[in-house]
């Protein structure tokens, strides 16, 4: 692997950290000043916090990749394609701002959306991949990826020009749409978007390349930084902004870091979670029915729609349980995709 050294990943990953922590802190107190906000109604009482938290996750991850630009031109001679670099700060940014286009819709009544009534109303359901698209266009526009691809338990097909007109640009529409359909818990879309880097970080270093070890570990890095502030009694929601910004975040890495079989592995619970929210035309609430003892219970009884439903019909659990159980089906997942990696069947 043409590592150039190991400090052009761990400085701008702990950049990346920082500048996370220290935008979450401000962007706070500036959303819920501009009536940016959504509600938490997994608490006794419905709690009013600032959403779009992924705005400050995002800017985390442009300050990773410009570090190291900015090093490139002054500091050392760049391994890694600037050019690309650049490209992917473009996509992040831009479909981050349609997240945030989507969070910005608050209504000051309760509006239906996904099966409840909610203050947040967001853009429509058919406006969503139509404008996602867009973050997929700095990719497109540089060829990303490679001509032959491997599929699990398919094999390698040559898709030519076909992967970056026609395959990326689906890929960041579906993976950034169904991210965005987990969730609705505290620390629930962080945790495991973290793990998933984690695997990412891992899989580049072993088998991947440099510049999938790079943004993995840049991507990791802002999801660290976030996740204290969304862990249970949370004071953000992530929002819109954070699950596109992270969809479009891994899939520049399975792309550019030659994971894209791995990825497919790891995205297995977003993949099934699609599924499940199309069986009812994705007007479904992930949110449970609390309980007086804090656990919650299935809104919708025995039939499931979603992967929390499933995990609130195995027991009563609270909000921190859903998490964890949740999370841990994305580390059997991430283990899995290891497993079959060395069985040579990725």
Same mark, same amino acid.
């Given at each position: 692997?043409?590592?150039?050294?190991?400090?052009?990943?761990?400085?701008?990953?702990?950049?990346?950290?920082?500048?996370?922590?220290?935008?979450?802190?401000?962007?706070?107190?500036?959303?819920?000043?501009? =009536?940016?906000?959504?509600?938490?109604?997994?608490?006794?009482?419905?709690?009013?916090?600032?959403? /779009? %938290?992924?705005?400050?996750?995002?800017?985390?991850?442009?300050?990773?990749?410009?570090?190291?630009?900015?090093? &490139?031109?002054?500091?050392?001679?760049?391994?890694?394609?600037?050019?690309?670099?650049? /490209?992917?700060?473009?996509?992040?940014?831009?479909?981050?701002?349609? %997240?945030?286009?989507?969070?910005?819709?608050?209504?000051?009544?309760?509006?239906?959306?996904?099966?409840?009534?909610?203050?947040?109303?967001?853009?429509?359901?058919?406006?969503?991949?139509?404008?996602?698209?867009?973050?997929?266009?700095?990719?497109?526009?540089?060829?990303?990826?490679?001509?032959?691809?491997?599929?699990?338990?398919?094999?390698?097909?040559?898709? =030519?020009?076909?992967?970056?007109?026609?395959?990326?640009?689906?890929?960041?529409?579906?993976?950034?749409?169904?991210?965005?359909?987990? &969730? %609705?818990?505290?620390?629930?879309?962080?945790?495991?978007?973290?793990?998933?880097?984690?695997?990412?970080?891992?899989?580049?270093?072993?088998? &991947?390349?440099?510049?999938?070890?790079?943004?993995?570990?840049?991507?990791?890095?802002?999801?660290?930084?976030? +996740?204290?502030?969304?862990?249970?009694?949370?004071? +953000?929601?992530? %929002?819109?902004?954070?699950?596109?910004?992270?969809?479009?975040?891994?899939?520049?890495?399975?792309?550019?870091?030659?994971?894209?079989?791995?990825?497919?592995?790891?995205?297995?619970?977003?993949?099934?979670?699609?599924?499940?929210?199309?069986?009812?035309?994705?007007?479904?609430?992930?949110?449970?029915?609390?309980?007086?003892? =804090?656990?919650?219970?299935?809104?919708?009884?025995?039939?499931?729609? /979603?992967?929390?439903?499933?995990?609130?019909?195995?027991?009563?659990?609270?909000?921190?349980?859903?998490?964890?159980?949740?999370?841990?089906?994305?580390?059997?997942?991430?283990?899995?995709?290891? &497993?079959?990696?060395?069985?040579?069947?990725?």
């Amino acid at each position: 692997m043409p590592y150039h050294s190991f400090e052009t990943i761990i400085l701008p990953s702990f950049l990346a950290f920082v500048i996370t922590i220290i935008g979450t802190e401000f962007i706070m107190v500036y959303l819920k000043g501009a =009536g940016i906000i959504a509600e938490d109604r997994n608490k006794s009482k419905p709690v009013i916090l600032p959403s /779009s %938290g992924g705005v400050a996750v995002a800017f985390g991850l442009i300050v990773g990749i410009l570090s190291y630009t900015f090093g &490139g031109s002054f500091l050392f001679v760049p391994v890694l394609d600037v050019e690309k670099l650049l /490209s992917i700060a473009l996509s992040i940014v831009l479909i981050t701002f349609v %997240g945030f286009l989507d969070d910005v819709n608050v209504k000051s009544h309760r509006v239906a959306s996904t099966g409840i009534k909610d203050i947040r109303q967001g853009l429509r359901q058919w406006q969503k991949p139509l404008l996602t698209f867009v973050g997929a266009l700095p990719l497109m526009a540089i060829n990303a990826g490679v001509e032959v691809v491997f599929v699990p338990f398919i094999g390698r097909i040559a898709l =030519g020009i076909f992967y970056p007109l026609l395959v990326l640009p689906i890929a960041i529409i579906f993976v950034s749409n169904s991210f965005n359909l987990l &969730g %609705g818990f505290d620390g629930l879309q962080p945790s495991m978007g973290a793990i998933a880097a984690l695997g990412l970080v891992i899989y580049s270093f072993f088998y &991947g390349n440099y510049m999938g070890l790079f943004l993995s570990s840049i991507l990791l890095a802002s999801l660290l930084g976030f +996740i204290p502030f969304n862990t249970y009694r949370a004071k +953000i929601i992530p %929002g819109d902004s954070f699950t596109y910004a992270v969809g479009a975040s891994l899939v520049a890495v399975m792309v550019m870091g030659n994971a894209e079989a791995f990825g497919i592995i790891i995205f297995v619970p977003w993949i099934l979670e699609f599924f499940l929210h199309l069986r009812r035309r994705f007007k479904v609430s992930d949110l449970g029915i609390r309980q007086k003892d =804090g656990t919650f219970k299935a809104p919708y009884g025995r039939k499931i729609y /979603s992967l929390t439903h499933a995990v609130m019909n195995l027991k009563p659990m609270r909000e921190k349980d859903i998490t964890r159980y949740l999370s841990a089906v994305e580390v059997m997942f991430v283990l899995l995709g290891f &497993g079959l990696k060395l069985a040579g069947l990725l």
